[in-house]
């Protein structure tokens, strides 16, 4: 069993620059692929950035270049960082983890999630 805690998310200006973290408990941390998806009010939940556990790394072209994801397996924890921030980036923000080396832009194949974190975006 994982248990993923996302923190890090808040109210934001456009253009802001937040981190999320997602801190991960279990020993095998480093063996899961891990994800982070969004959704948004009225719509369906998506990826937006995945990460394997040998580091092959997954970005949604409307984050591609403003985004990062990273992982640190010494700590169990994935980020992601976020840059250049826009109003339609609001959205609650989840972390997923995938007991298989490979991700996914899938979020039925993941197998943990944690509860989410809600990034808002003002304008």
């Known amino acids: 069993q994982v248990q993923l805690v996302e923190s890090g998310g808040g109210l934001v200006q456009a253009g802001g620059s937040p981190r999320l973290s997602c801190a991960a408990s279990g020993r095998t941390f480093s063996r899961y692929a891990m994800g982070w998806f969004r959704q948004a009010p009225g719509k369906e939940r998506e990826s937006v950035a995945t990460?394997?556990?040998?580091?092959?790394?997954y970005y949604a072209e409307s984050v591609k270049g403003r985004f990062t994801i990273s992982r640190d397996n010494a700590v169990n924890t994935v980020y992601l960082q976020m840059n250049s921030l826009k109003p339609e980036d609001t959205a609650v923000y989840y972390c997923a983890a995938r007991r298989v080396a490979s991700s996914s832009r899938e979020d039925i194949e993941y197998d943990y999630w944690g509860q989410g974190t809600q990034v808002t975006v003002s304008s």
């Open positions: 990460i394997s556990w040998y580091g092959s790394i």
